[in-house]
C-alpha cells in the first residue's frame, strides 16, 4: 500500500531513497497526494500551526483511538462522531496511517473543557487538501444524493453523497448542479437532491424551521447507532451508518444550513433557552437526579410530536409527547423534572 495523502517527510538512511526536501526552519513541510502525485505544502505562520484537510470520502467515523473499526448495533466508547464528504479538520499528527484531527465544524466542549473541534483518529487515506479557493456552495438534502459523469443522465457515477454534505457547485439552469470535486472530478447532480446554502440562509424563520424537519423525517427507520451522523448507508460496503440523538438533530439543521454543536449537552449550551417549544426547536432531557448534565434532546416536529433516536438497539422514530414523557406539550415546561430527569427547551432559530 501506497503513502496517504499526507505525511511527514521520513527521515533518509542509509542507502537509495526518495530525495525530499528539507523544510524551511520553523515551518512545517507537509508532502500531499494530489492526483497521484506528492506535492510539497509549506505551512505558513508559526510552526504550532496545523494543516487544514478534507474529508475526501462519503463520510468517515472519527474514533477515539487509532487502528479500530466502528462496532454497529453496540454502545462503542471509541466512536466519537462521524465526518461527511468535505467537512474540513485540522491534523494535528499523523501515526501508522491514522491521522489525529480536531473536526473544526463540530464544535464540542466536554472533551478539552473548552470550546473546540471534535478531536479524534481517522484514516489518512480519507483525507485530502483543503481548498480555501472553493468554498461550498450547497449541502444534500435527500438521504442519498446520486451524480453522473454527463449532464443526460447516461453515466451514472460511483460517488452518492449523504444528507448533509456540502459541495462546491454552480446551478445549471435549475435542472442541476455541475459539481467539481477536490481532486478534478466533475460530477452531474439532480437540482433537487440540494439546496444552496445562500437560498436557506434568506428563508423565513419558519420555512427554515420546516426544512430541519423534513430532513430528520429522511432519517425515520434509520438505526440508531452511538457516535452516527449519517442516513443509513444505500451498500453495506459503504460502512456502518446511522444517528444517535444528537447527530441526528445535527445532521437535521445541518442540512438546513445551519451549523450547531456536535453533542447533546453542547447543543443545550449553545442553545437560546425558550418557555415554550415550536416546530424545529430541541427538548432536552438531563441526566437522572443531576440537572446540570445534559444526556439526550429530542427535535420538536409539531403537533405534539419529537423525532428522536432512542438508544442502543433502537431506530429513529416519531413519538407523542404523551407516550414519550407522560405528558403534552401544552402541560410541559422548562424545569420539569419527570422520572428523575429534568426537562429543558432550547431554540436556534427565531
Not at 101 to 127: C, D, K, N, S
Request: charge should be neutral; charged fraction near 20%; include cysteine.
Amino acid at each position: 500500500m501506497g503513502p496517504g495523502p499526507f505525511f511527514s517527510p521520513p527521515r533518509r538512511k542509509n542507502g537509495p531513497g526518495p530525495n525530499f526536501p528539507e523544510p524551511v526552519s520553523g515551518s512545517p513541510l507537509w508532502w500531499v497526494l494530489i492526483a497521484g502525485c506528492l506535492t510539497p505544502v509549506m505551512l505558513a505562520g508559526c510552526a504550532g500551526q496545523r494543516p487544514l484537510m478534507m474529508v475526501r470520502v462519503p463520510f468517515s467515523d472519527l474514533r477515539a483511538q487509532p487502528q479500530t473499526t466502528a462496532q454497529p448495533g453496540i454502545h462503542d466508547p471509541l466512536q466519537e462522531t462521524q465526518l461527511l464528504y468535505g467537512e474540513r479538520v485540522r491534523v494535528r499528527r499523523v501515526r501508522k496511517g491514522w491521522a489525529q484531527v480536531e473536526a473544526v465544524e463540530q464544535p464540542e466542549f466536554t472533551h478539552g473543557r473548552r470550546w473546540q473541534g471534535y478531536p479524534g483518529w481517522l484514516p489518512a487515506a480519507a483525507l485530502g487538501p483543503a481548498d480555501p479557493l472553493e468554498p461550498p456552495t450547497i449541502v444534500v438534502t435527500e438521504k442519498w444524493a446520486q451524480t453522473w459523469l454527463d449532464p443526460y443522465g447516461r453515466a451514472s457515477a460511483p460517488w452518492r453523497f449523504p444528507l448533509g454534505a456540502r459541495l462546491p457547485a454552480t446551478d445549471m439552469g435549475g435542472e442541476l448542479w455541475k459539481v467539481d470535486l477536490f481532486d478534478g472530478t466533475r460530477l452531474w447532480m439532480p437540482r433537487r437532491s440540494a439546496a444552496a446554502l445562500e437560498e436557506l440562509s434568506a428563508l423565513p424563520s419558519l420555512n427554515r424551521r420546516l426544512k430541519v424537519v423534513q430532513a430528520a423525517e429522511q432519517l425515520l427507520g434509520d438505526a440508531y447507532y452511538w457516535g452516527g451522523r449519517s442516513p443509513s448507508a444505500p451498500s453495506p460496503l459503504a460502512g456502518v451508518a446511522g444517528v444517535d440523538c444528537s447527530g441526528l438533530v445535527n445532521l437535521a439543521y445541518r442540512a438546513a444550513g445551519l451549523d450547531i454543536p456536535r453533542d447533546a449537552h453542547e447543543q443545550f449550551l449553545r442553545a437560546r433557552a425558550v418557555d415554550a417549544v415550536d416546530i424545529a426547536d430541541l427538548i432536552f432531557l438531563s441526566t437522572r437526579d443531576d440537572r446540570s448534565t445534559i444526556v439526550h434532546v429530542m427535535l420538536y416536529a409539531g403537533q405534539g410530536e419529537v423525532i428522536e433516536g432512542p438508544g442502543t438497539g433502537s431506530s429513529v422514530r416519531r413519538i407523542t409527547l404523551q407516550e414519550r414523557l407522560g405528558t403534552d406539550v401544552q402541560r410541559l415546561a422548562p424545569g420539569q423534572v419527570i422520572d428523575g430527569q429534568t426537562i429543558f427547551f432550547g431554540a436556534y432559530l427565531e
